[in-house]
């Protein structure tokens, strides 16, 4: 199995457009994770889908952000408008149920200038 | 509300030594816990985990300990070596099925 995918690896954008994020899980898995990495925070959940459907999204900042998954082997993180302050690696990650590990992929290292 | 938190940021252990890194949480619903190490540029990888049923786990040189009355846990690495120093991440679920909460890491160096 490749794994989570990510895509793309990194993204350079400027204030004020639209940013989005890809991600395909583990075949097989049905819950999925959008995390952002901080400093202060770690990792911080901002999404979790269970069987494609958004369980929990009280983590997505504003709203500027949103998140969608149409199947079970995509998903995507959108932010428009993106600001500085958007600027992180947001990592995707996905796990077969209860109580099992969750695999990450390599994540996406967003520059918004 | 951080609810699974890190307090030390960093950590610094000679080579051979122990590594004892420490997780707190506040969730009494959470059931099952991991740690995860992440090394830079790359994802962050599952490591170990413990379910509330056990106080302990064992994989190699890492165990997993979980102090269910203190809301606690720790990770031991012994021997230490210097290809452990990464990130580490304290994650916790059972709150909301499978969705997992991380804390914020601790950077552990080993020196040879």
């Known amino acids: 199995d490749a794994g989570v995918i990510q895509s793309p690896r990194h993204e350079v954008t400027e204030m004020g457009q639209e940013v989005t994020l890809r991600c395909k899980p583990i075949?097989?898995?049905?819950?999925l994770f959008w995390y952002r990495q901080t400093m202060m925070r770690g990792l911080e959940l901002l999404i979790y889908?269970?069987?494609?459907?958004?369980?929990?999204d009280s983590g997505m900042p504003e709203d500027r952000f949103s998140a969608k998954m149409p199947n079970a082997s995509f998903s995507t993180l959108k932010i428009q408008p993106s600001e500085p302050r958007d600027s992180a690696v947001y990592f995707c990650?996905?796990?077969?149920?209860?109580?099992?590990?969750?695999?990450f992929g390599q994540g996406t290292r967003l520059t918004v200038v | 509300d951080q609810q699974v938190k890190q307090n030390s940021p960093s950590l610094s252990v000679q080579e051979g030594r122990i590594s004892i890194l420490n997780c707190d949480y506040t969730?009494?619903?959470?059931?099952?816990f991991l740690w995860y190490k992440k090394y830079p540029a790359e994802g962050p990888t599952f490591l170990i985990s413990?379910?509330?049923?056990?106080d302990k786990n064992e994989d190699g040189r890492f165990t997993v300990f979980l102090n269910k009355s203190a809301k606690h846990l720790s990770l031991h690495i012994v021997p230490s070596q210097p290809g452990d120093s990464a990130v580490y991440f304290c994650?916790?679920?059972?709150?909301?099925?499978?969705?997992?909460?991380f804390g914020a890491g601790t950077i552990l160096r080993v020196k040879s």
């Open positions: 994650a916790a679920s059972g709150e909301y099925g499978n969705k997992l909460v």
């Open positions: 075949s097989g898995h049905n819950s």
């Open positions: 969730n009494s619903m959470f059931d099952y």
């Open positions: 990650a996905s796990s077969r149920g209860i109580n099992t590990e969750a695999f």
């Open positions: 413990i379910s509330s049923i056990k």
């Open positions: 889908f269970n069987n494609n459907v958004p369980i929990d």
